[in-house]
Nanobody, 115 residues
Framework: QVQLVESGGGLVQPGGSLRLSCAAS????????MYWYRQAPAKQREWVVG???????GYADSVKGRFTISSDNAKNMVYLQMNSLKPEDTAVYYC?????????WGQGTQVTVSS
């Protein structure tokens, strides 16, 4: 079982930045892949970025060039740096990992982009 806890969400003005954090209960080096997803009100959850172990990072077109995923292996943390935020980035953001073929999710953190 993997526990994931997101933090760092909040209210930010358009054009601003936020860094989301995801604390994992186990070693992130053991994960097959790490992801960030988001779900806006009345919309389906959508994939934002994926970082497979030994593979290339992939970003949704809507966030490419603005969002960056990173990790700190020593702290078992996964981050999502979000720059040039837009109102349409408003959503609950979820951290997700895959371990031995099983998917685990965090509880989510709210990001609101508004003036």
């Amino acid at each position: 079982q993997v526990q994931l806890v997101e933090s760092g969400g909040g209210l930010v003005q358009p054009g601003g930045s936020l860094r989301l954090s995801c604390a994992a209960s186990g070693s992130i080096l053991s994960f097959d892949a790490m992801y960030w997803y988001r779900q806006a009100p009345a919309k389906q959850r959508e994939w934002v970025v994926g970082l497979p172990r030994g593979g290339s990072t992939g970003y949704a077109d809507s966030v490419k060039g603005r969002f960056t995923i990173s990790s700190d292996n020593a702290k078992n943390m996964v981050y999502l740096q979000m720059n040039s935020l837009k109102p349409e980035d408003t959503a609950v953001y979820y951290c997700s990992v895959v371990l031995y073929g099983r998917r685990f999710w965090g509880q989510g953190t709210q990001v609101t982009v508004s003036s």
